[in-house]
Nanobody, 122 residues
Framework: QVQLVESGGGLVQAGSSLRLSCAAS????????MGWFRQAPGKEREFVIA????????DYRDSVKGRFTISRDNAKNTMYLQMNSLKPEDTAVYYC???????????????WGQGTQVTVSS
């Protein structure tokens, strides 16, 4: 198992950029498919983007295409989410997740971070 801790959230204006980090403990980080999810108030947790063990992007939701990039550094046990051209509708708590295989369903992921708040003002 890995323990995940997100950081990098904050309050920004529309059009700005943020980079989220997800630090993992343990030696097995590189064996996990990793993903980012987000949850806005009153809404269900939704899939954002995911990547393979080697860092190749598997899938992403249409609304973040061309704006969000996922990456990982297995030597540092860290995953990143670079978010550019942020929009108010990106406002949510962002969670990193680790799983044994890819899915856009949060049920497939075994390990979760505590979340980091991203707020985008208009």
């Amino acid at each position: 198992q890995v323990q995940l801790v997100e950081s990098g959230g904050g309050l920004v204006q529309a059009g700005s950029s943020l980079r989220l980090s997800c630090a993992a403990s343990g030696r097995t980080f590189s064996s996990y498919v990793m993903g980012w999810f987000r949850q806005a108030p009153g809404k269900e947790r939704e899939f954002v983007i995911a990547m393979t063990r080697s860092g190749v992007t598997i899938d992403y939701r249409d609304s973040v295409k061309g704006r969000f990039t996922i990456s990982r550094d297995n030597a540092k046990n860290t995953m990143y989410l670079q978010m550019n051209s942020l929009k108010p509708e990106d406002t949510a708590v962002y969670y990193c997740a680790a799983g044994s295989s890819y899915s856009s369903s949060p049920l497939q992921y075994d390990q979760w971070g505590q979340g980091t708040q991203v707020t985008v003002s208009s």
